[in-house]
């Protein structure tokens, strides 16, 4: 088990499913559309993995390709939505919605603060649209981990950022979660996780 909360995103096959899945995040979260899953695969595969909750990640085009209430007809219950996009027509469909928020680096520590006060429900914090690293966060660029604690507090926000297996605890520390990303297989049915591998052992409870 690991010692921080957890959600993948960007998963697009079966064999990035079952390795997160192993590792018990909360949410697994699987594009749909253009470049990512149909419906139909998406839904397969769920009946593959056990334990987290399977998101739906919509992007910029949420609602056009399935509407909300397709959606939850097919047994969806969660969303991934970019912020900005209005989540109503989901909500009243029964469907939680999550929020993908990017940073960029010539954002201050007030307008992501003024932009999560903007949405409820789980949000995933995403630096690495903006190139930032953990180590520009500890430089002060474009804030501190220190503000962003402080701007982020008890709400379940997951951070999505390049960070090394000595700098996963401090990273924690900081704020409720972590994100990860799927990629794609190196052949079919195959991929290498050594370096997630290195990162989640790092998280690791002690027995």
Not at 32 to 58: H, K, M, Q, T
Not at 110 to 132: C, H, K, M, R, Y
Not at 146 to 168: H, N, S, V
């Amino acid at each position: 088990m690991l010692t921080t909360p957890l959600l993948a995103h960007g998963i697009t096959h079966l064999t990035d499913a079952r390795y997160f899945a192993a590792w018990h995040p909360d949410y697994l979260c699987f594009p749909l559309g253009e470049g990512g899953l149909s419906l139909d695969y998406f839904l397969a595969i769920r009946e593959w993995v056990e334990g987290p909750v399977c998101v739906a990640e919509l992007g910029g085009d949420a609602g056009t390709v399935h509407t909300a209430e397709e959606l939850h007809t097919s047994g969806i219950t969660h969303v991934m939505l970019d912020y900005g996009t209005d989540p109503t027509s989901f909500r009243e469909a029964g469907i939680q919605v999550l929020t993908r928020m990017p940073v960029a680096g010539y954002q201050s520590a007030l307008d992501i603060a003024d932009q999560l006060n903007e949405v409820s429900g789980p949000i995933l914090l995403d630096f690495t649209a903006g190139g930032i690293t953990w180590s520009d966060l500890t430089d002060g660029h474009p804030f501190s981990p220190g503000m962003l604690k402080e701007m982020t507090g008890d709400r379940q926000i997951f951070l999505r950022i390049d960070l090394t297996p000595d700098e996963a605890h401090a990273a924690t520390e900081t704020v409720y979660g972590l994100a990860l990303s799927g990629s794609s297989e190196e052949k079919v049915g195959y991929k290498s996780f050594d370096d997630l591998d290195d990162l989640l052992e790092a998280l690791e409870e002690e027995i």
